[in-house]
T-cell receptor, first 114, second 113 residues
Framework: KAGVTQTPRYLIKTRGQQVTLSCSPI?????VSWYQQTPGQGLQFLFE???????NKGNFPGRFSGRQFSNSRSEMNVSTLELGDSALYLC?????????????FGPGTRLTVL | GENVEQHPSTLSVQEGDSAVIKCTYS??????FPWYKQELGKGPQLIID?????GEKKDQRIAVTLNKTAKHFSLHITETQPEDSAVYFC????????????FGAGTTVTVRA
């Protein structure tokens, strides 16, 4: 079974631009979560989607948004990029059945904001 | 919200020795505790997890223990090998709750040949 895939793997943007990142979960997984990883703040939860609905959101500004499609693929968008948005953005998918909270991560998208 | 603390931040061991990483959590509602290994340029890879109804779990050279009363859990790697060198993260979440993983800050493990 293929793992979680994320595209693109690397991205360079300038301040003020906006960016869209894509995530395809493991086949059959319906839950998709997004995390930001930086050297200073570590791994921080952004949001989680299940059946096209945002089920949970972390403490990030409204510039960070996401959505999930009917095939469970997900995108996240960051508008008005700031230098501090430079990070590795990780997507994780899960089955979301009782007793199965396991989340599997993709390789991430490395975003650099200049 | 949940706060997970992880120690040590770096760990250097001789090949063949054991490595132990410890984590504490703050939210008594947390009931699922996974451990991830992250190698350079890759996403975190799940290596083992434990749920609150179990005190210990083993998978070959890797074991995890959980003390719910003290709110801490530990990762034990025995007979370490060079390929065990990586950053290890502990995490906690509330199963059936919000699906959010709260991570520790990570431990960089170096296995010396």
């Amino acid at each position: 079974k293929a793992g979680v895939t994320q595209t693109p793997r690397y991205l360079i943007k300038t301040r003020g631009q906006q960016v869209t990142l894509s995530c395809s979960p493991i086949s059959g997984h319906r839950s998709v979560s997004w995390y930001q990883q930086t050297p200073g703040q570590g791994l921080q939860f952004l949001f989680e989607y299940f059946s096209e609905t945002q089920r949970n959101k972390g403490n990030f500004p409204g510039r960070f948004s996401g959505r999930q499609f009917s095939n469970s693929r997900s995108e996240m968008n960051v508008s008005t990029l700031e230098l501090g948005d430079s990070a590795l953005y990780l997507c994780a998918s899960g089955l979301d059945r009782r007793g199965t909270d396991t989340q599997y991560f993709g390789p991430g998208t490395r975003l650099t904001v200049l | 919200g949940e706060n997970v603390e992880q120690h040590p931040s770096t760990l250097s061991v001789q090949e063949g020795d054991s490595a132990v990483i410890k984590c504490t959590y703050s939210d008594s509602a947390s009931n699922y505790f996974p451990w991830y290994k992250q190698e350079l340029g890759k996403g975190p890879q799940l290596i083992i997890d434990i749920r609150s109804n179990v005190g210990e779990k083993k998978d070959q050279r890797i074991a995890v223990t959980l003390n719910k009363t003290a709110k801490h859990f530990s990762l034990h790697i025995t007979e370490t090998q060079p390929e065990d060198s990586a950053v290890y993260f502990c995490a906690a979440s509330h199963q059936g709750g919000d699906y959010k993983l709260s991570f520790g800050a990570g431990t960089t493990v170096t296995v010396r040949a």
